[in-house]
């Protein structure tokens, strides 16, 4: 079985998704945000686990772009956040950073699957 807990973007995913689903207690998400923000964050990891338990490189890819996407996605649910002023603008600043990171990583780990 591939160790997926071992890689960095998932460990980062986590970490994250953690966060994700104790701010999402606040009674002030209504519940399609809540709905919508803890679908793309748990798809991260989800995503990232399927894709490094595929054998070959363009299945992983698949997973890994859909990762990413996810994560884009997410980024978009903060700026609605921001804009409802649920949450204080340097708070989604700081998630939307997070998420630029593991996008970061998972282009990083595409463009890899890409070469090979």
Known sequence: M?????LKVYQDARSLNKEIFLLLKDPKFDRNIRNQLSRASTSIMLNIAEGA????????????IIARASALEWSALFDVIEDLKLLASDKCE???????????MLFGLIRN????
Not at 113 to 116: A, M, R, S, W, Y
């Open 53 to 64: 338990g595929r054998f070959t490189s363009k299945d992983k890819k698949n997973f890994f």
């Open 113 to 116: 699957l890409e070469k090979g």
């Open 94 to 104: 700081g998630f939307r950073k997070k998420l630029e990171e593991i996008s970061k």
């Open 2 to 6: 591939s160790d997926f807990r071992s």
